[in-house]
């Protein structure tokens, strides 16, 4: 299999997760604001099971390609590099959200907000401030048995944890996804083979996980333990085989360039969202709350690649680049040509085979969205 190939598909399926991931967002800070729910709720419903796990299992994929790297290198890439990020993109999203807070509760307030963020990961930034625990934690069990991390880390998943400690709560539902990818990279490349190989069965594996995983997410079964476990790993195959099918046709390419950039619109979408579900309540173009949704998703989307779009090669590159001085001292500096960050979170570009690895809710506050539908 050609090399390009494989990076289309793993771009194109991380582009489905990073879209799927604004909409959740876009559709429920529209629907807060409406106080109804529309018709792309039931997509959002669908997809919930997977949506955050396979985000996950994407990004452990290329972990055995870095773990070998000396420590220092190995912070730098994974640990400093994602604390460089969160810094900067918590103190971008909470200047804009400071005069809901201060409205509310005061200019204090807002210090107080910024401040829990760094104990209690700000709104959807938690993905950019576990990622970092997640790499280093995959690093400190190398030398484990794979198949005993595995069960423990599954094990927690099965507890669903709801302590309110938001980072112990999420490590605990999420890694075992990124370390089942960090485990499984081999075996998933080559399932992307086979699919293309035999599109008619994959299809028919697909129509019948779509049945499955309706019925059991609207029948209200999804949420149940072990079981979201197994809707979770077998979504997240399902989003990987869509992605080897469509990842050669034209109408998909979108996708594969929004997979690209996937971190870059996760850390720069709330603000176009919300600007554009405003837009929208003011001017009353559109109606119906789904399509409000839709549209605020679109936006999103748009309005965060707009914004890298408008920064490469100025010195507002800093946004989505992380400057030289922001690096470890003695650390290994990659000499590739610099790229966004997500290139740096998890490149697709692939040299050799992989080997195998041994909101608090806000009221009406358009930049928050509730804690229960966050992932």
Wanted: aromatic fraction near 14%; proline fraction near 5%.
């Amino acid at each position: 299999m050609a090399k390009d190939q494989r990076v289309a598909w793993l771009d194109h399926a991380k582009g489905f997760c990073i879209v799927l991931v604004v909409m959740l967002y876009a559709t429920d800070i529209v629907q807060r604001s409406a106080g109804q729910e529309g018709w792309l709720q039931a997509v959002v419903s669908f997809a919930m099971p997977f949506r955050m796990p396979d985000f996950f299992l994407l990004s452990g994929l290329l972990v055995s390609r870095v773990i070998g790297r000396d420590w220092r290198t190995y912070l730098d890439r994974k640990v400093a590099h994602f604390a460089y990020f969160y810094v900067l993109w918590l103190s971008i999203l909470l200047a804009f959200e400071a005069p809901w807070i201060a409205a509310r509760e005061g200019w204090p307030a807002v210090a107080n907000e910024y401040l829990r963020a760094y104990v209690h990961p700000y709104s959807m930034l938690w993905f950019i401030y576990l990622l970092p625990v997640f790499f280093v934690v995959t690093r400190l069990v190398r030398p484990a048995p794979a198949a005993l991390v595995w069960l423990a880390a599954a094990a927690l998943q099965v507890a669903q944890f709801d302590t309110g400690l938001k980072v112990f709560d999420k490590f605990a539902m999420y890694f075992v996804y990124f370390y089942t990818g960090s485990l499984a990279a081999p075996h998933v490349f080559r399932l992307a083979d086979a699919v293309r190989a035999h599109r008619g069965k994959a299809l028919a594996g697909l129509a019948v996980w779509a049945a499955l995983n309706g019925a059991l997410v609207f029948t209200g079964y999804s949420h149940l333990r072990v079981l979201s476990l197994a809707l979770a790993l077998v979504g997240a195959t399902a989003v990987i085989v869509v992605a080897a099918l469509v990842a050669g046709m034209p109408a998909f390419r979108p996708f594969g360039y929004c997979g690209r950039n996937s971190i870059v619109i996760y850390l720069a979408f709330l603000i176009p969202v919300t600007v554009t579900r405003k837009i929208l309540g003011m001017t009353g173009w559109i109606e119906d709350v789904g399509w409000m949704s839709l549209v605020a998703t679109l936006g999103g989307v748009v309005g965060a690649l707009a914004m890298y779009w408008l920064v490469r090669g100025t010195p507002m590159r800093f946004l989505f680049e992380r400057p030289e001085r922001f690096h470890l001292p003695g650390a290994i500096v990659s000499t590739e040509k610099r790229s966004p960050i997500s290139s740096s979170s998890a490149s697709t570009r692939l040299s050799s085979p992989l080997p195998t690895m041994a909101n608090r809710n806000a009221g009406l506050n358009p930049m928050r969205v509730n804690e229960a539908s966050d992932g």
